[in-house]
């Protein structure tokens, strides 16, 4: 992880996101996630950081805290995780989620929580290497048509 700095995300970090995701999902991404990200900069709640090497972002992670959520103490979540293809295998994402992790410690919360599609195996693989185990919720979905 040569010259790799973690730092708060900010709102102009936004368009470079959007480009590692849809680099990552192979999928375009536009103006909502954009939009989301930007707002999730704005937000002092959460834990939001990316990785930036030679002044280029390489890496980010989108958390935030969870307050009265079905019983829960307060607690955080993790929604999104990215790095660059290129550089993934580097420990960019470990290094993300320490600064997140310490984040929370700093602040009392003791618990985070995320989510991984069962068949997204090199993410389940990466939360496990983070000490990430099952918890006892289980996903639930309702599509509307």
């Known amino acids: 992880m040569d010259n790799v700095r973690i730092r708060a995300l900010a709102v102009e970090d936004a368009p470079e996101i959007v480009r590692i995701y849809s680099a990552i999902t192979r999928k375009p991404a536009g103006d909502e996630l954009r939009e989301v990200i930007e707002d999730h900069a704005r937000r002092r709640d959460g834990a939001c950081f990316v990785a930036e090497q030679d002044d280029r972002i390489v890496g980010f992670m989108i958390s935030t805290i969870l307050t009265a959520g079905f019983g829960l103490a307060k607690s955080a979540w993790i929604s999104t995780i990215g ?31 995320t989510s991984v599609r069962w068949d997204s195996t090199d993410l389940l693989s990466f939360f496990k290497t983070l000490g990430f185990d099952r918890s006892n919720f289980i996903n639930l979905r309702k599509v509307l048509v």
Not at 100 to 109: D, K, M, S, T
Request: proline letters at 3%; glycine letters at 12%.
């Open 83 to 113: 790095v660059r293809p290129d550089q993934m295998g580097r420990g960019i994402g470990a290094s993300l989620a320490a600064a997140v992790f310490e984040h929370y410690r700093a602040q009392g919360i003791d618990t985070v929580y």
